[in-house]
Nanobody, 127 residues
Framework: EVQLVESGGGLVQAGGSLRLSCAASGFIFDDYAIGWFRQAPGKEREGVSCVRSSHDRTYYADSVKGRFTISSDTAKNTVVLEMNSLKPEDTAVYYC????????????????????WGQGTQVTVSS
């Protein structure tokens, strides 16, 4: 059974940092790309970042470039999203998702490309 489990969300003040983790199981991790998406109330799901599990190539939405860093630990089947300089507009439920093959900047605009999704973790940034 494919499982993606997010952790690390919470409440933080603007300018602070959070570290989200996505633990994957039930599929060959190296064959997949993992993406982070977020959805704020009343808004569409937005792609944040993605990484091909067995590669170092990473992609970011313009809104988070320079503030967020995605990394993949193939030994632990885990993808981490380090979020720094958080802003109130980063408040959302954050989801990790998996798609077979590669990811690229354009795949962040197409959540439907991702086959498997986690339950999400809430991130709230207070001003």
């Amino acid at each position: 059974e494919v499982q993606l489990v997010e952790s690390g969300g919470g409440l933080v003040q603007a300018g602070g940092s959070l570290r989200l983790s996505c633990a994957a199981s039930g599929f060959i991790f190296d064959d997949y790309a993992i993406g982070w998406f977020r959805q704020a109330p009343g808004k569409e799901r937005e792609g944040v970042s993605c990484v091909r599990s067995s590669h170092d190539r990473t992609y970011y939405a313009d809104s988070v470039k320079g503030r967020f860093t995605i990394s993949s630990d193939t030994a632990k089947n885990t993808v981490v999203l380090e979020m720094n300089s958080l802003k109130p507009e980063d408040t959302a439920v954050y989801y990790c998702a998996a798609k077979k093959g590669f990811c690229a900047a354009y795949t962040l605009r197409w959540p439907s490309e991702y086959e498997h999704w986690g339950q999400g973790t809430q991130v709230t940034v207070s001003s």
